[in-house]
Nanobody, 123 residues
Framework: QVQLVESGGGLVQTGGSLRLSCAAS????????MGWFRQAPGKEREFVAA????????YYALSVKGRFTISRGNAKNTVYLQMNSLKPEDTAVYYC????????????????WGQGTQVTVSS
């Protein structure tokens, strides 16, 4: 089994920044991508960003491209999401997840999920 724990969420004003972290533990193995998804009340869970095992390739939703940056820690079992220029529409619970497949924007391809961390952006 794999456990994922997110941290770093909170309340921030429009235009502010937050940095989310996620650490994977357990039988993670290797060669897995890590991604961030978010879910706002009453909405579907949506893709935010993903990074490959090596960290060399990153993928972003159009809504966050240029504002958010995903990166992988040197130990490979951690992933970060630097969120800048936050907007009220970024308010959601943010989840990290692991995938051994290559359709990085598809939540169905992710096998393990964290419990989520709340991000609230006030206007």
């Amino acid at each position: 089994q794999v456990q994922l724990v997110e941290s770093g969420g909170g309340l921030v004003q429009t235009g502010g920044s937050l940095r989310l972290s996620c650490a994977a533990s357990g039988r993670t193995g290797s060669n897995y991508a890590m991604g961030w998804f978010r879910q706002a009340p009453g909405k579907e869970r949506e893709f935010v960003a993903a990074v490959t095992w090596s960290g060399a390739s990153t993928y972003y939703a159009l809504s966050v491209k240029g504002r958010f940056t995903i990166s992988r820690g040197n130990a490979k079992n951690t992933v970060y999401l630097q969120m800048n220029s936050l907007k009220p529409e970024d308010t959601a619970v943010y989840y990290c997840a692991t995938s051994w497949d290559s359709d990085y924007d598809q939540k169905e391809e992710y096998r393990y999920w964290g419990q989520g961390t709340q991000v609230t952006v006030s206007s």
